[in-house]
């Protein structure tokens, strides 16, 4: 474990750089394919963009938190990458529903192991003292290319071609890959094994880590709300008049990256609970302000806090996943954890999606949905103590 004036090593740099670019990847992608799917014949599918995307990142979890512990950090990123990489070609070819919609499948693959890999090296190289703080630079990483993305991706469709924008996702995902090529794996020695298909084969006690359920359970409810904005965000902006659809998600990630920018040692000086306390109840404030949305103001207002909210929600949920975690099995509770993340996204995106039918009038209706979700997030909060034991 590095000492604290030494925390922040040339490894933890090429992350972040690496972060920025997968998140770029595919978040260039998302502000275009709800008008894509519906040219292609698809509008009334378009809960499932997110949704199958988040089905197969939820089930390759437990294949990549036990790769992580056995074969290493930076190959599950690499994997991860490389998905990425192949799809953003593939969405040239995929000419109607059903091909869109399986390649869409096959994405999911890329954030259930890069995300996995990643968290997993990060809890080795920082100390318990810093890790809230480390999350937070990594968030500002990520929430660079999720914030760049939209913007991009909407202008570079405008000016050039959807094609285009496909290729040059596929390029920011080969940039990822040769960034980690420069990284040294850090699951000791000791713990390494050579790939072999066994290790494929996942008993139920290597699905779920034990340990991290409470935060896991927390990650779900408050995850929900994205997963139905990024299916209904993309026609509300339209339905207030405001052109660039991605709009909503570059003021959502501009004020995640503030947040993180000001406060991503919060939860190592206050403690994860009480932030997450916190950052929950400003969650709920921005769905209200969405319920009450009806100029642009207001939309992108409620944009900004829930990024606010979720600038000081995802380090502390990282962080407190870590603290429970055995180090021997920190990339098990790290998939757990994101488990539980893509459930909460993709049920978000799936029932959203079918409650807002296409149908404005009922997107108050879509957003009070999310906003009962957080309201069991912060019950869930308020039933465990504000100060967690910490094992890992």
Not at 207 to 218: G, K, R, Y
Request: hydrophobic share 50%; with cysteine.
């Amino acid at each position: 474990m590095p000492t604290t004036d030494k925390v922040y090593s040339a490894g933890f740099w090429l992350m972040c750089l690496s972060s920025f670019l997968f998140f770029l990847s595919f978040n260039l992608l998302i502000p275009e394919l709800p008008d894509h799917l519906t040219r292609l014949g698809g509008g009334d599918y378009k809960g499932f963009i997110i949704g199958l995307f988040t089905v197969t990142a939820g089930l390759s979890r437990p294949f990549s938190g036990k790769l992580a512990d056995t074969v290493g950090r930076i190959p599950v990123m690499v994997v991860g990458s490389l998905v990425c990489f192949i799809c953003g070609f593939f969405y040239v070819w995929a000419g109607t529903v059903a091909s869109f919609l399986t390649l869409r499948l096959l994405h999911g693959f890329s954030t259930g192991f890069k995300p996995t890999g990643t968290a997993a090296y990060i809890a080795d190289i920082i100390p318990y003292e810093k890790r809230g703080e480390a999350m937070g630079l990594l968030g500002v990483a990520g929430s660079l290319g999720m914030a760049a993305g939209p913007a991009v991706g909407g202008y570079i469709t405008q000016w050039f071609s959807l094609n285009t924008l496909f290729y040059l996702s596929s390029g920011a995902a080969l940039l990822s890959v040769l960034v980690q090529g420069t990284m040294t794996e850090t699951l000791p020695v000791a713990q390494r094994q050579r790939f072999s298909w066994g290790l494929l084969r996942i008993r139920w006690n290597e699905v779920l880590e034990p340990q991290v359920l409470m935060p896991s359970l927390v990650t779900l409810l408050c995850l929900f709300p994205f997963g139905v904005l990024l299916t209904v965000a993309p026609d509300q902006s339209r339905t207030l008049g405001i052109d660039n659809k991605g709009l909503f998600f570059t003021s959502y990630t501009l004020a995640s990256l503030l947040i993180r920018l000001v406060a991503g040692r919060a939860s190592d000086r206050y403690g994860r609970v009480p932030v997450l306390r916190v950052s929950t109840l400003m969650m709920a404030g921005a769905l209200v302000l969405l319920i009450l949305a009806h100029s642009p103001l207001v939309f992108l207002a409620a944009a900004a806090l829930f990024g606010l909210s979720t600038g000081l929600n995802s380090p502390a949920l990282y962080a407190w996943t870590i603290d429970l975690s055995h180090p021997e099995r920190r990339g098990r509770a790290v998939a757990t954890m994101y488990i539980a993340l893509e459930i909460g996204i993709g049920l978000g995106a799936i029932l959203g999606g079918w409650l807002y039918s296409n149908e404005p009038g009922r997107l108050p209706l879509v957003h009070g949905l999310s906003a009962v979700s957080v309201a069991l997030a912060l019950v869930c909060l308020y039933r465990v103590p504000a100060r967690q034991p910490v094992t890992g």
